[in-house]
């Protein structure tokens, strides 16, 4: 599975951005249990954002993004999307999707919960 993000940038606080995630070759399917999004600033540890879970479409937020950022899908278009609204200066870092074959409830948030990653784009926020 080859996961490619795309859509960050600079924007001013307060501003919005869309993150986008597709894949080529496999497509996110039944087979995959969750797509998830990650961000790592610099000097800090990768953090979980934001998932869903395919089936059923149930999603998840780090209380960080609660409230401002949303998680969807496209089932046609491959895509799934994390919609970021009201930025914050501490919202930048790089953005990783990924995708968990296996993805438990109790993995939904964490790093180990996910089998293949993407490259990452960068988003910075200016205050």
């Known amino acids: 599975v080859q996961l490619q993000a795309s859509g960050g940038g600079l924007v001013q606080a307060g501003g919005s951005l869309r993150l986008s995630c597709s894949t080529s070759?496999?497509?996110?399917?039944?087979?995959?249990?969750?797509v998830g999004w990650f961000r790592q600033a610099p000097g800090k540890e990768r953090e979980f954002v934001a998932a869903?879970?395919?089936?059923?479409?149930?999603?998840y937020y780090a209380d960080s993004v609660k409230g401002r950022f949303t998680i969807s899908r496209d089932n046609a278009k491959n895509a799934v999307y994390l919609q970021m609204n009201n930025l914050r200066p501490e919202d930048t870092a790089v953005y990783y999707c990924?995708?968990?074959?296996?993805?438990?409830?109790?993995?939904?948030?964490?790093?180990?919960?996910?089998?293949?990653w993407g490259q990452g784009t960068l988003v910075t926020v200016s205050s």
């Open positions: 070759g496999r497509t996110f399917d039944s087979r995959a249990r969750a």
């Open positions: 990924a995708v968990g074959m296996s993805t438990i409830l109790s993995e939904v948030r964490a790093l180990r919960g996910y089998d293949y």
């Open positions: 869903i879970r395919w089936s059923g479409g149930y999603t």
